[in-house]
């Protein structure tokens, strides 16, 4: 869709307003991504992953125009979907409700999303994951509301980074550091080996997104569903 140089599109999913549309999204899948669906013990984390999975194709095929079960994806050894062409450049991240897909076609990317959840051991998994300086930044925040919404951030922009690189979870979030602006807005302090660019993205209210992508400072665009067309066949 976007002819620009070093620009990613970004797709915000909603699952109440998709599940309104008449469509047989489970046709638009594959037989090895509904079996990975059918692995979820929870009906609604099931509907959740075909919905976004099929969204994911259904995009996908407007940018290649070809239907989104003919999108030959790879998986690479951390996990990470891509094109064998390398045509585009896509990352999914989705929680029950809402999902985002970000879509290049020359920046490989990273995104996350997150609900903000209330937990009693988020400092825990700081001091465990995260890189010192960003453990010691949330323990300075007094309000605990505030302290969680940090924490967020810094997670949703941490994978987002890992995914970006293609390092994956095992390879670590404490080896590079993202520090928080006053307006709790992600910035990298320490970068990864490579040159990178960290954007905090417009989520629904009670979440957190981020965006990760090699190189310079992409342009952003927001798309809407509704404006695809769909290639089923």
């Known amino acids: 869709m976007n002819p620009l140089i070093n620009c990613v599109d970004i797709w915000l999913l909603n699952k109440a307003s998709l599940s309104s549309l008449p469509h047989h999204w489970e046709e638009a899948i594959t037989t090895e991504e509904q079996q990975r669906a059918n692995r979820f013990h929870f009906a609604e984390d099931r509907s959740s992953f075909v919905l976004y999975h099929a969204c994911k194709r259904i995009i996908l095929s407007s940018y290649l125009q070809l239907s989104p079960k003919k999108i030959d994806l790879s998986i690479q050894e951390n996990g990470k979907p891509f094109l064998k062409n390398k ?10 409700d809402y999902a985002i897909l970000a879509v290049s076609r020359d920046v490989e990317v990273g995104v996350d ?11 825990d998994i700081a001091k465990r994951f995260f ?5 010691q930044y949330l323990l300075k925040i007094e309000d605990e509301k505030k302290q969680q ?10 994978e987002a980074i ?15 550091c993202v520090k928080l602006d006053l307006f709790f807005m992600p910035v990298l302090k320490h970068t990864c080996p490579r040159e990178l660019s960290l954007i905090c993205l417009s989520a629904p209210v009670g979440y957190a997104a981020s965006l990760a992508s090699l190189g310079s400072q992409p342009s952003i665009f927001y798309r809407d569903f509704d404006s695809i067309p769909l290639f089923i066949s």
């Open 131 to 135: 890189h010192s300086d960003e453990y």
């Open 149 to 158: 919404e940090a924490f967020f951030v810094f997670w949703t922009a941490k």
């Open 87 to 96: 045509e585009l450049f896509f990352n999914l991240s989705h929680t029950r």
């Open 162 to 176: 890992i995914k970006a690189t293609g390092e994956g979870i095992a390879a670590g979030l404490n080896h590079f």
């Open 113 to 123: 999303i997150e609900k903000y959840k209330k937990s009693s051991n988020h400092l």
